[in-house]
C-alpha cells in the first residue's frame, strides 16, 4: 500500500489510470462497477448515475459488499483523480481486486468532458458544507434542509425558553425566524438566556438576539417584533409564520396565542418551565387538543409563582427550549412524531421524563365540536385575557 510519504505520483505509475469517457464506456456498455470515494457532502453537491458511494474511510470495508467477486471491474472515482488512484492501489495491492481502475482527473475531468453529472438544486456550496449533518441523514437529506429553509417560525419571547430555541433553530437553518419581546436583557438573565451575553445587559432582546443568531448564521432573516402580543397585533403577526413556539411568561399571552392560533390552524410549540420541572407539548388545531383543551382556566396564582418568585435551574431553559427546537424541526421537516395529543413533563431533580396522553375535549369553547363559527368580521376580536387569567403569572 502506498505510504503517506509516498507521492501520488508514484501511486499512480502502479495502478490504472482510464480517462472518463473511456470509463463511462466501461460503466454502461460492460456493467463495471464504479465507486465514488468522495465524502457525503460532495456527492451531494453533483454525483454520477449508477455509482456507489464509499468514502476514503470506508471504502477498504464497503468494497467486499460492493463487490464480492474480486475479478470483477471496478472503476473508482473521486473529485480529482488523486484519493481514487489511492484507493485503486489499496484494492489492488492489499485486498487483491485483479481488475481496478482510477478515473483520471476525477469528476471534474468528466465534468469538463460534457459528460452528464447529477447536480443537487437548492443548496449552494456553502450550505452544502454548513447542512452536511442534517444532509447525511436519510430522514432529512437535501429535501428536508431545504424545507427547513424555507420555514418561518415565530418566537413568542425571546427569553429563557425562546433564547435556546431560537440559538438552535437558526443553527439548524431555519430560514425565518420572528421573535417577539418587548423586554431588555437584564443580568438576571443570562444564567439560562444564552442567546444574550455580559456586553448586551439593558439592549432589547430581539436586538441582541438577532445579533447571535445572524453571526452564527448568516442564512437566516431575523424578524424583530419588538412588543407585547395583543389582541389587535396578534392575527397580523401569526399570519406570516408556519410554526409558532410558545415561551410566553404569563397566562393572558399564552391564551391569546392558542385562541389566535386555532382560528388561523397554525400548530403552536409551548412549553414552560419553573424551578426543576418542565413541561412541552405540541398543539396542532383540530389534530390534537389545544392549551385550552388541557388548561380551561389558569391556575390561582398560589399554584402558578413566576420564575422571578420561585426561581429556575438555567438549564431547564435549554432542555426545554431544545425539545421545542426539535419539534419545529419535524413540523418544519415532516418527519418523526410530534408531540401531539401528548403531554411530556421532565423533572430534573430526578432526570425522569413523564408521558402523558391528553385529547381533545369536546366541550373546549375554541376548538371543540360546539365552539361557535367565528365569522370574517369577528375573527380579529378576542376576550379580555387580563381579566380572564385575573392576573396570575407563569414562568419562563
Ligand atoms: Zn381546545
Redesign the pocket.
Known amino acids: 500500500m502506498a505510504t503517506v510519504a509516498e507521492s501520488i505520483e508514484q501511486v499512480k505509475g502502479r495502478i490504472e489510470e482510464i480517462d472518463p469517457a473511456r470509463a463511462r464506456q466501461e460503466i454502461e456498455r460492460d456493467g463495471a462497477l464504479l465507486v465514488d470515494v468522495r465524502e457525503p457532502y460532495e456527492w451531494d453537491e453533483a454525483h454520477l448515475a449508477g455509482a456507489k458511494l464509499a468514502p476514503m474511510a470506508t471504502v477498504r470495508d464497503r468494497i467486499a459488499e460492493l463487490a464480492p467477486d474480486h475479478s470483477r471491474r471496478v472503476i473508482l472515482l473521486c473529485r480529482v483523480g488523486n484519493r481514487s488512484a489511492r484507493a485503486a492501489d489499496t484494492l489492488g495491492a492489499e485486498l487483491g481486486y485483479e481488475n481496478v481502475a482510477s478515473i483520471a482527473g476525477g469528476i471534474e475531468a468528466w465534468r469538463d468532458a460534457g459528460l452528464p453529472v447529477i447536480e443537487a438544486e437548492g443548496l449552494t456550496p456553502e450550505q452544502r458544507m454548513r447542512y452536511s449533518r442534517h444532509t447525511l441523514l436519510p430522514e432529512v437529506g437535501v429535501e428536508g434542509q431545504l424545507k427547513l429553509l424555507d420555514a418561518k417560525v415565530l418566537l413568542i419571547g425571546a427569553g429563557g425558553l425562546g433564547a435556546p430555541s431560537a440559538f438552535y433553530l437558526a443553527a439548524a437553518g431555519i430560514g425565518t425566524l420572528g421573535l417577539v419581546d418587548d423586554d431588555v436583557v437584564d443580568e438576571s438573565n443570562l444564567q439560562r438566556q444564552v442567546i444574550h451575553n455580559t456586553e448586551r445587559v439593558g439592549m432589547p432582546k430581539t436586538e441582541s438576539a438577532r445579533m447571535s443568531i445572524e453571526a452564527l448564521n448568516p442564512d437566516v432573516e431575523v424578524v424583530e417584533h419588538r412588543g407585547r402580543l395583543g389582541p389587535d397585533n396578534i392575527l397580523d403577526i401569526i399570519s406570516g409564520y408556519d410554526i409558532l413556539v410558545d415561551g410566553a411568561d404569563n397566562f393572558p399571552t399564552r391564551y391569546l396565542l392558542n385562541d389566535a392560533a386555532?382560528r388561523l390552524r397554525k400548530p403552536v410549540v409551548s412549553a414552560s418551565i419553573l424551578a426543576f420541572d418542565g413541561q412541552i407539548s405540541t398543539f396542532v388545531p383540530y389534530e390534537g387538543?389545544?392549551y385550552?383543551?388541557l388548561y380551561p382556566v389558569p391556575p390561582p396564582p398560589e399554584l402558578a409563582p413566576s420564575c422571578g418568585a420561585a426561581g429556575v435551574l438555567g438549564v431547564m431553559a435549554g432542555v426545554m427550549g431544545l425539545l421545542q427546537a426539535n419539534e419545529v424541526i419535524k413540523l418544519a421537516a415532516g418527519i418523526g412524531e410530534p408531540l401531539i395529543g401528548r403531554l411530556l413533563l421532565y423533572d430534573s431533580l430526578g432526570t425522569r421524563f413523564t408521558e402523558l396522553k391528553v385529547k381533545?375535549?369536546p366541550d373546549?369553547p375554541?376548538?371543540?365540536d360546539a365552539a361557535p363559527e367565528i365569522p370574517e368580521s369577528e375573527l380579529g376580536k378576542f376576550p379580555d385575557y387580563e381579566a380572564f387569567c385575573a392576573g396570575t403569572p407563569v414562568g419562563a
Open positions: 386555532v387538543p389545544c385550552r383543551c381533545r375535549d373546549c375554541i376548538c371543540g
